[in-house]
């Protein structure tokens, strides 16, 4: 499951899931990214885990001072290096999102937004964890899943790509309580606001789970250690 995207859910194929999105999936989408940039200051460095084709980078590019996008899909970044061919001050990398190679506090602001805490089938604890390893001391690390008052929407968006042959026949027996099973495999999940404060009760970060757009659960974490309180941003 944890190399579904990169090998049957990458490149055209993961921009075709968004191009078919109806509507209200549409608002959705665009409240995460508008929450996002509410979070970013000018001049930030940032850095998306799971930027696929690059769907939301020159959107951050344009607030930040410089980006970078990292995925773990090579053809995906391929197409992502087409869709921000025009911005400058943006970069991108093939890497494991739980094993970042950064060094310790290099980013002032680190998103991980649409599920993809979930979608990366990865140790969501060490995920988050090494998410704040990189994260600065007046920093913020933002993560998102879904709220469960946009259940029927996200299903509706399933099953059209269901229907595209993107993803495999929804199981509608297995597929319930935020969960959402396909018989070719592929399951997403969703992590509510109890899961995200037992992610998070180990590190030093001050936490705040946010509801936006009833669409959203976003996780806000600001790292407690070394905070300076000139330009410290609250969750």
């Not at 604890?125 to 929407?153: C, M, Q, T």
């Amino acid at each position: 499951m944890s190399k579904y995207y990169s090998d049957k859910l990458s490149a055209a194929r993961l921009k075709e899931v968004y191009d078919i999105a109806p509507p209200r999936v549409r608002q959705y989408l665009d409240a995460e990214v508008n929450h996002v940039l509410d979070k970013i200051r000018p001049g930030d460095l940032v850095i998306e885990l799971g930027c696929g084709y690059g769907r939301i980078l020159a959107k951050l590019a344009g607030k930040a001072g410089w980006v970078i996008g990292i995925d773990i899909s090579a053809p995906t970044l391929e197409l992502a290096r087409e869709t921000i061919d025009t911005v400058s001050n943006c970069s991108l990398s093939r890497m494991d999102a739980a094993k970042l190679g950064f060094n310790d506090r290099t980013f002032d602001c680190v998103v991980c937004i649409q599920n993809g805490i979930s979608a990366f089938h990865v140790d969501q604890r060490a995920l988050i964890s090494e998410s704040v390893r990189v994260a600065r001391p007046d920093g913020i690390v933002l993560f998102s899943s879904y709220s469960d008052k946009f259940w029927e929407h996200r299903l509706k968006w399933f099953e059209l790509q269901s229907e595209a042959g993107l993803v495999g026949e929804i199981n509608y027996k297995k597929t319930k309580d935020g969960i959402i099973v396909c018989n070719d495999g592929f399951v997403a999940t969703t992590v509510r606001s109890m899961d995200f404060l037992a992610l998070t009760a180990h590190l030093n970060v001050d936490v705040q789970v946010a509801e936006v757009d009833e669409s959203s659960m976003f996780c806000e974490m600001a790292p407690r250690a070394g905070s300076s309180k000139e330009g410290k941003r609250g969750c």
